[in-house]
């Protein structure tokens, strides 16, 4: 149904061309992965709530 193209560089797999089509639909998948997964994390309760001055020092510490 799909072809796609790989792009070598230095001898090796580097990049690869295909249908828009075949790209949003594997975006798409990824999203709902990534969207299971989040709703995983909140049905066991593996998350916290933090206000947004709590997030921005989190993140200032983690980029660190």
Do not use: P, T
């Amino acid at each position: 149904k799909y072809r796609s193209i790989c792009i070598s560089l230095r001898g090796k797999k580097k990049y690869v061309v295909m249908n828009m089509d075949r790209y949003k639909e594997l975006r798409a998948k990824e999203l709902d992965m990534a969207y299971l997964g989040a709703m995983e994390d909140i049905k066991n309760g593996d998350y916290e709530v933090l206000d947004a001055q709590e997030h921005l020092d989190r993140l200032d510490v983690d980029l660190k």
